[in-house]
């Protein structure tokens, strides 16, 4: 073999050999560069998430703390993260009090109520954050009733010292439902049947399939009536009436802001702003004092985005189906005006 060849043959095979080092070294380096990447932008994520879950900032300076009860009540969980700031937030707010019941600073709190209602274990689990807060600090808590402050709403109310109400409210409904689906008859005319293999004869109770028994209406009917006596229970404590005042008033029925007023359940009609400086003439404050509401701006961010997204997507009947048992009949306990 001649000199010029073998010295190609070397030359050829240290660039195949060079190729390939440099090339499985840059994958390594791309993998890696990759990873250190996604890395830091979960960490960027999670704090961000963290700091909207995880804890409240509270002003530097004397305020009264403002919550939202706005549209209807329920869990925020995960979802939260695409909840307008307006929206109501359970998991916010509850921690919102915790902060306040710790801050010097905080002066009281003001309800700003304009919901349905909304599901009985969060209407009562921020009825008893309230009260805890003002047995804790002996800070007064105020209400205002904007265009409704219906069943769980006005629940949550039952915490305030002093409730004013817009002479357009809709208030009351204090009561309790569920709501079931049931699409037996629509399955018969399919020749659609539904099995369900369970441990007990009332396991399935409810399910869209079949019609509920004697017996398991009278189950849910209990439900229903315990969280009834619940519910008139706090009303009578928070408006300083006797349960059987309370009954002849919860039936169900929405009262205008004028009607409360003549029933007792609303203390005054007002618009909210006199309603904020007869807070603050009570409280002995400075007038400019601050009405502070947390704000959520990675919520609204993605509200914003994803709301945008959602407008342009048609929705297709299984979305239809989803409102349909999500806001008509799930079968949860709700203190919630239809």
Request: hydrophobic share 40%; net charge negative; charged share 25%.
């Amino acid at each position: 073999m001649k000199t010029k060849q073998l010295i190609g043959i070397i030359v050829t095979g240290v660039v195949i050999i060079a190729v390939g080092v440099t090339g499985i070294v840059s994958n390594v380096v791309s993998k890696k560069l990759l990873a250190e990447s996604e890395e830091k932008s979960n960490a960027v994520f999670r704090q961000i998430f963290d700091g909207v879950t995880s804890g409240v900032e509270l002003p530097d300076e004397e305020f009264i703390g403002v919550l939202n009860i706005v549209g209807e009540i329920g869990a925020s969980g995960g979802s939260s993260y695409f909840r307008s700031g307006s929206a109501y937030n359970h998991e916010l707010y509850m921690k919102y009090v915790d902060e306040m019941e710790k801050s010097d600073l905080n002066k009281g709190i003001f309800l700003y109520v304009n919901s349905p209602g909304g599901s009985v274990y969060e209407s009562d689990e921020l009825y008893q954050k309230l009260m805890e807060y003002k047995e804790v600090t002996k800070r007064p808590i105020w209400a205002y009733f904007a265009s409704q402050a219906c069943s769980g709403g006005y629940y949550i109310s039952m915490a305030a010292d002093e409730i004013q109400a817009n002479r357009n409210t809709w208030t009351g409904s204090i009561g309790v439902i569920i709501s079931l689906t049931n699409v037996k008859g629509l399955y018969d005319k399919l020749g659609i049947k539904e099995i369900d293999i369970t441990s007990g004869k009332n396991k399935a109770m409810g399910s869209m399939g079949l019609d509920l028994t004697e017996e398991q209406e009278g189950i849910l009917q209990s439900l229903v009536d315990e969280a009834y006596d619940q519910f008139v229970g706090i009303v009578a404590e928070g408006r300083n009436m006797s349960e059987s005042e309370v009954r002849t008033l919860a039936d169900g029925r929405i009262y205008s802001g004028n009607q409360a007023v003549q029933n007792g359940l609303v203390d005054a009609i007002a618009n909210v702003e006199d309603t904020k400086a007869a807070f603050i003439e009570k409280l002995e404050c400075d007038k400019d004092i601050l009405f502070y509401e947390p704000e959520n701006d990675v919520g609204d961010f993605f509200n914003s985005l994803f709301g945008k997204v959602e407008e342009l997507l048609p929705k297709s009947e299984t979305d239809l189906a989803d409102d349909i048992m999500n806001h008509q009949g799930n079968g949860v306990l709700k203190y919630y005006a239809k």
